[in-house]
């Protein structure tokens, strides 16, 4: 099976992007990890399929799989590659577009200067809305905030801390934040996979580790579910500074510096809005069933 696919990334975080309007795509989990696969494979955080819109008031369906194949609600970033794709590729001229994703529509705006914003859709900060056990645990206020405190496990996260305190952000995906002295020194690696992948997040997790750097500008490193820590990642963005705003630390808006570039984060009324970069890389054509022979076997 030959598909066309173009890569692109927005601030370093890299999509494959797949048109599956003119033909139909077949996604699987085992054909989203072999295109991801950075070795035997194109190589990507994510892969995004575009197809027809399932529902009126939507222009196209945008859906998002992971580089482990696990299909997930929202990806800001890819959100943003997903206009410069349309509109390049012919499929639409309109803007802004509306995509429909797991949860709903988000509206998207190729703006003057190169960039894209991003109206980011339903934003939620109950545990439930992750979802999120909190029986047992300490949690505190602070501010409009509510942080819980998630004891770690030493053997699992050797020289990390006792406990973390996180802020719950839902924005169709899950993300739990925590503030940090320095994004540089974290311990992401071994901190974040341990959170992602906790019992109490029954859908595994997104963890964000944010340094306040001043009242608009942050520095943020991301830990993402079925990824592992990438170049930048939208929807975390979103959740640092939607949990900073509740924590009094931040005004809107905020820019956010991640390994990959700057992402602007601007909070109007109950509505997140993200503007940063889209790139389109390459284009090419692959036998994605020829890449997931080439792959070992699953244990």
């Known amino acids: 099976m030959t598909w066309p696919f173009t890569k692109m990334h927005g601030a370093g975080n890299d999509f494959i992007v797949l048109d599956g309007v003119r033909s139909p795509i077949q ?3 085992a054909r989203a990890r072999a295109l991801a696969d950075r070795h035997l494979g194109i190589g990507a955080d994510q892969i995004l399929l575009v197809e027809p819109a399932t529902r009126p008031d939507a222009d196209f369906r945008y859906r998002i799989f992971n580089a482990d194949g696990s299909e997930v609600e929202h990806c800001g970033n890819g959100a943003r590659c997903f206009v410069r794709f349309v509109h390049e590729q012919g499929l639409s001229s309109k803007n802004p577009l ?5 949860t709903g529509v988000i509206v998207l705006d190729a703006t003057a200067d190169g960039r894209v914003t991003v109206d980011m859709g339903l934003t939620c900060y109950e545990p439930a809305a992750l979802p999120f056990d909190t029986t047992g645990l300490a949690s505190r206020p602070e501010h409009a905030d509510t942080l819980w405190e998630l004891p770690l496990d030493e053997a699992a996260t050797p020289g990390g801390p006792a406990s973390v305190l996180l802020s719950l952000v839902a924005i169709s995906n899950p ?3 925590q503030v940090v002295d320095d994004v540089d020194t974290a311990p992401v690696g071994r901190v974040g996979p341990y959170i992602e992948s906790h019992p109490r997040f029954a859908k595994r997790v997104n963890a964000g ?3 306040v750097v001043d009242r608009h500008t942050i520095r943020l490193r991301v830990h993402e579910r079925g990824a592992g ?3 930048a990642c939208g929807t975390g963005a979103c ?3 939607a949990a900073g705003i509740r924590r009094g630390l931040l005004d809107s808006p905020v820019a956010v510096h ?3 570039g ?3 984060i601007a909070l109007l009324g109950d509505s997140l809005r993200m503007t940063g970069p889209a790139t389109t890389v390459f284009s090419g054509t692959v036998d994605v069933d020829a890449l997931v022979a080439s792959l070992p076997a699953q244990p």
């Open 27 to 29: 996604m699987t989990a």
């Open 262 to 264: 700057v992402l602007d």
């Open 175 to 177: 993300h739990a934040v």
């Open 258 to 260: 991640t390994r990959g």
């Open 239 to 241: 959740a640092a500074v």
């Open 229 to 231: 820590e990438t170049l």
């Open 98 to 102: 509306r995509a429909e994703i797991a």
């Open 209 to 211: 580790f944010m340094q």
